[in-house]
C-alpha cells in the first residue's frame, strides 16, 4: 500500500513563504514524476508544478517565478518553495507521485495566505 503524507500548509501573511513536503511510503518502486495541485473553494483542482525523474520541471503561470518544486529521490520526498505568496495562493495543496502503473495521492494540506 503506498502513501503520500503532505505537510508544511499553514497561515501566512501575503508576501510570506511556505515549504510544503510529500513524502511517500510503501511498495513504490520508482516514482517517475511527483506534482503538486491545489483546490481553492468554489474551483477546479489545478496542476501547480511537475518534477519528472530526470529533474525537469513545469509551473502554473501563476505560480512561475515564486513557487520552486524539488524531490529527493533518496528518501521518496517532494517539496514546494512558495515564495512571495498572495491571497489567491490560497487552497488545499495535494500532491500525487506517479510510478509505471498507477496514481497516488495525499489527503492535503490547507494553506491560507492572509492578513
Known amino acids: 500500500q503506498v502513501q503520500l503524507v503532505e505537510s508544511g500548509g499553514g497561515l501566512v501573511q501575503p508576501g510570506g513563504s511556505l515549504r510544503l513536503s510529500c513524502t511517500v511510503s510503501g511498495s513504490i518502486v520508482s516514482i517517475y514524476t511527483m506534482a503538486w495541485y491545489r483546490q481553492a473553494p468554489g474551483k477546479q483542482r489545478e496542476l501547480v508544478a511537475i518534477?519528472?525523474?530526470?529533474?525537469?520541471?513545469d509551473y502554473a503561470d501563476s505560480v512561475k517565478g515564486r513557487f520552486a518544486i524539488s524531490r529527493d529521490n533518496a528518501k521518496n520526498t517532494g517539496y514546494l518553495q512558495m515564495n512571495s505568496l498572495k491571497p489567491d495562493d490560497t487552497a488545499v495543496y495535494y500532491c500525487n507521485a506517479r510510478d509505471a502503473t498507477s496514481l497516488y495521492w495525499g489527503q492535503g494540506t490547507q494553506v491560507t495566505v492572509s492578513s
Open positions: 518534477i519528472i525523474f530526470s529533474g525537469s520541471t
